[in-house]
Structure formats: structure tokens, C-alpha cells
């Protein structure tokens, strides 16, 4: 009889997580999945916290961890998950980030234009369930909510799914940021199923309340705050140059990996080709290629680049109303003086923009709650007067990002 592959990875957020099946073990020993310990989680956030080094790798382990303790506790309520249903969704989840590509959601509709990284995941899905003879079916119907137990796959996706609680616990844990510390562990204490959908037990109001206010505030102090917001436009810019000058004939263009197939020979199309070579990219990648286009003759590149090496950035700011015609084209006159480029090579260091964030969206999947009484009511709905009046608001601010 072969013997069940055993793993326990030692987390420094959770402590001990344990891999016991056979197919878990397959994913997370796989080349595509070890692929994720080369993408950071956060992008350049370290430029700003320098802690912030965890990797997409960490993260899908801890939601997996986390999602064991989910299926627990709802099995403990009585709720009929299969063994099977169980693999599933732990599979589903260990695998819901693995179509990120460089620098995550930085680089996302950039490096592939026009491709989010849910699609690019569900095609490495299917890439791995031909590879393990059909195994993975049932996590690909949980991943795309075609399956008939809905809390699935709200457990995999949803306003209050394991991925979100395990990426504000670890963010928190490895920026420092105590505002986005939640009670992750109450919140799955009180989830509970009721007509086939995901509830969370009136008891646990104030701990969703909790997550939804640490989350806003965790966009805003670290996901949007400022240095990180430019040090990623910057990454958007230096790929719109790239792609403004690039020419074969050009050997200091070149980077010799695959981000030289997406930036010019990449159709938009997912092919087998598109997915062998988007699974070889990494941030090492990208990080590479900077170092190698800081060199270029090309100025706006090159300043663009050697910005992030030495993190030189682009000047920012932030307010709540756009900034002023007059205002976006001193800044362009100035930057095209110090450098002595044209006009339109400096809109890649001068350029506008908006940063949105909202707490909850009632237009997309509700957290609902249960009452003792058995009624059932949206998050939004509940009588306590913080959620109520500040849940679903829209908080826009204006950056305008230049050379100086």
C-alpha cells in the first residue's frame, strides 16, 4: 500500500499548516505552483514597508489553511461536504492566484493586455487537470461557481471569502500595519450555511464590521498609499515605453525572457504557446529587464528604470478634486527642460490619474447575516449606524505623478 504524502510547513502567521492529500500535494509541488514563491504579494510595497516581501506562494498556502478550518467548522455545524467536495475546494483555493504574473495586480491588463489574472488562472486550472487525468474537475466547477453548493465557491470568491482574510492577516502581519489585523479566526467560527449560501451568525456582526473597516483602511495606508501607488505607475510606464521603442534590431531592448514574447509577439490570444511562456515569468523576470533597460540610451526609459533600482521615484500627489490643466503641463515643461526630451516623451514621468476605493460593494456578493429569529438580512441592512452610513461609500482621490 503507498504510503499518504505528509507536509507540514511551518507559517509564521498561523503556525503549523499540514498537507495530507495526495492531490494537494500534487498542486503544491508542482513547477507552476512553485512559480508563485518568485512573485511578491505585494508588488513594491516593500519600497515603502520592507517587510512587505511575502510572496503569492505564502499567501495561497495560508488561504489553504484557511479554508481547512472553514470546511471544519461548517462540518461541525452539520453541513454535508464530501471528502471530495473538501479536496476540491482546497484545490480550488491553493490555485486561485496562480495566473498572476509579474508584480501581480501592478502589471495586470498590462503585461497581457486586456487579460485578468482569474482568466489566465482558470486556463493553468485546466492545464493541470489534463495533466493529473481529470482530478481537478470538480475545483474548476467550485472556481467558476458552476457548482450546485454555492458556499464553495463563496469560500473561494466573495466579499468575505478565506483569500481576502488571509491576504489583510498577512499584509498586516508582514507590513507592521496593526490596523489591518482582523479576527479571521471568530469570523469562520460564526460562518454557517442556510439555503445552500454562505451566512455569518448575528454574533459575529461587529467582526465582519471589523473586517470591512480594517480592509478600507488597509487600502489606503498601504495598497494605495502613495509611494507604492507611483513606484507601480512607473512599472505601467516603463512597459508603454518599452513597447513605444521597441525594435528586434535593438540588442539593449532585448531581455532574453518571455516578457520579449509579450511585449511584442503576444496577439491577445491564450494559446498554448502564450501559456507555456507566461508560466516561466516571475518578477525576477521583470527585475531583470529593468536592469537591463537602465542602461538603454533611451532617456525616458532608462530614468524610469534606474527610478525603481535606487528608488528615485516620481514625485506625487494626492487631492480630492483633479489637478488643473496649467498645472499637469508646468510640471511636463519643466521635466522636458531638465532632461531635454520632446513633449511627448515626458507624459511617461508627468501624468494624472485616479486611485478609488470601496469598502463594500452592495452591487456584488452580499455577507449576509442570520438572526436568531432565522431571518436573514445584507451587512448593509443591519441597524448599526457605522456600517450603515459609511459601508458602501466611494472614496475617490486625484495623484498627479512628475519628474523633478
Not at 454555492?150 to 481576502?164: A, C, I, K
Request: net charge neutral; with cysteine.
Amino acid at each position: 500500500m503507498a504510503v499518504q504524502p505528509r507536509k507540514i510547513i511551518n507559517d509564521p502567521v498561523y503556525g503549523f499548516i499540514s498537507i495530507k492529500d495526495p492531490l494537494i500535494y500534487k498542486i503544491t509541488t508542482h513547477t507552476y505552483y512553485q512559480r508563485l514563491r518568485r512573485i511578491y504579494q505585494m508588488a513594491l510595497a516593500h519600497l515603502v514597508y520592507p517587510g512587505a516581501v511575502h510572496t503569492r506562494f505564502h499567501h495561497s498556502l495560508g488561504a489553504y489553511h484557511l479554508m481547512s478550518n472553514a470546511i471544519s467548522e461548517l462540518h461541525s455545524k452539520g453541513i454535508d461536504i464530501t471528502p471530495q467536495e473538501e479536496v476540491a475546494a482546497k484545490a480550488a483555493i491553493l490555485l486561485h492566484d496562480i495566473g498572476h504574473g509579474p508584480f501581480s495586480h501592478a502589471l495586470e491588463n498590462i503585461l497581457l493586455k486586456g487579460i485578468h489574472h482569474e482568466t489566465l488562472s482558470l486556463h493553468i486550472m485546466r492545464l493541470l487537470n489534463d495533466e493529473f487525468g481529470g482530478e481537478l474537475q470538480m475545483a474548476i466547477d467550485i472556481f467558476t461557481d458552476k457548482y450546485p453548493k454555492q458556499f464553495l465557491h463563496q469560500l473561494v470568491s466573495g466579499q468575505l471569502d478565506v483569500d481576502r482574510m488571509d491576504y489583510l492577516t498577512r499584509d498586516s502581519f508582514f507590513t507592521g500595519v496593526s490596523e489591518g489585523v482582523i479576527g479571521y479566526d471568530r469570523i469562520i467560527k460564526m460562518m454557517t450555511v442556510q439555503n445552500g449560501e454562505l451566512v455569518v451568525e448575528e454574533k459575529g456582526i461587529y467582526s465582519i464590521e471589523k473586517f470591512l473597516v480594517a480592509r478600507r483602511l488597509m487600502y489606503w495606508q498601504v495598497y494605495l498609499h502613495k509611494t507604492v501607488l507611483v513606484a507601480e505607475k512607473m512599472l505601467i510606464k516603463i512597459v508603454e515605453r518599452v513597447r513605444a521603442i521597441y525594435s528586434e534590431e535593438d540588442k539593449k531592448i532585448i531581455t532574453g525572457s518571455a516578457i520579449d514574447y509579450f511585449l511584442t509577439r503576444f496577439d491577445g490570444v491564450m494559446n498554448e504557446k502564450a501559456i507555456q511562456n507566461f508560466v516561466r515569468l516571475d518578477d525576477f523576470d521583470f527585475m531583470h529587464a529593468i536592469k537591463i533597460w537602465s542602461l538603454h540610451p533611451d532617456k525616458v526609459l532608462s530614468t524610469l528604470c534606474q527610478g525603481i533600482l535606487d528608488r528615485k521615484l516620481l514625485k506625487i500627489k494626492l487631492q480630492a478634486e483633479p489637478f488643473i490643466t496649467g498645472l499637469v503641463h508646468q510640471k511636463l515643461k519643466e521635466a522636458c527642460q531638465r532632461l531635454g526630451i520632446t513633449e511627448e516623451e515626458g507624459e511617461y514621468l508627468v501624468f494624472t490619474g485616479e486611485a478609488v476605493n470601496t469598502m463594500y460593494k452592495t452591487s456584488d456578493e452580499r455577507i449576509n447575516i442570520v438572526f436568531k429569529s432565522g431571518s436573514v438580512k445584507d451587512i448593509s441592512e443591519v441597524d448599526n449606524a457605522l456600517i450603515h452610513k459609511t459601508l458602501s461609500s466611494t472614496v475617490k482621490k486625484f495623484y498627479i505623478c512628475y519628474y523633478e
